[in-house]
């Protein structure tokens, strides 16, 4: 997909249920929220129910809801609430793929790749603080905004910034079709090779 038709699908709502619960707009305080939880890997019905609660609601409503100290009650509750899909494995399997799905369409930036300076440099904190960081310092974002901010936007804004500075070029990125069009021919070239193998 170029980087033109990823900001023009940046405009479209999400819509996306898992475990019956109606994903909101993924945004700044969603991608710190899971961050500071760990729950980088939603790969089970435990993770990917919890992950699904927190992202069914605003982050600031996600992040009292998390820190309650009847949290633990909650999650039975909430486990209990959802059992039958949760007994299903088909349903679990099913939960987890969209999730990654709404994950990747709320992420999804262009390709581009660091210029000069600081090059492959690795961050110490985690990105989504990073993020958080220039969005106030560079971008004139309110502390109180920079949370709700949908996350794709933010990210759009963030890259759209480090181009300007010329720290990153974005690439223009490849069609679908022609995305397609290379991997049939790799599959040719390696069935070639497999061929001339034997």
């Not at 909650?74 to 999730?99: C, Q, T, Y």
């Not at 070029?169 to 021919?185: I, K, N, P, T, Y």
Request: charged share 30%.
């Amino acid at each position: 997909m170029t980087a033109a038709e990823l900001f023009r699908r940046m405009t479209l709502p999400t819509r996306f249920r898992v475990f019956g619960l109606r994903l909101v707009t993924f945004t700044v305080g969603h991608a710190r929220l899971l961050d500071r939880i760990e729950l980088d890997e939603i790969n089970d019905g435990a993770s990917c129910l919890l992950a699904a609660k927190l992202c069914s609601m605003p982050a600031d409503e996600a992040e009292q809801w998390i820190s309650s100290r009847f949290l633990g009650l909650r999650m039975i509750w909430l486990a209990f609430g959802r059992g039958r899909l949760m007994r299903s494995p088909d349903e679990v399997n099913k939960a987890v793929r969209v999730f990654a799905e709404y994950l990747d369409e709320s992420t999804r930036i262009p390709v581009y790749e660091s210029k000069g300076e600081g090059e492959g440099r690795k961050l110490g904190t985690p990105f989504a603080q990073h993020l958080r960081a220039v969005l106030l310092s560079k971008l004139g974002y309110s502390p109180d905004e920079v949370d709700r901010t949908p996350y794709l936007q933010a990210m759009w804004d963030y890259v759209g910034h480090m181009e300007a500075e010329g720290l990153i070029s974005v690439d223009e990125g490849l069609r679908d079709d022609d995305e397609a069009a290379l991997f049939a021919q790799a599959d040719a070239l390696l069935a070639k090779v497999k061929e001339s193998a034997t």
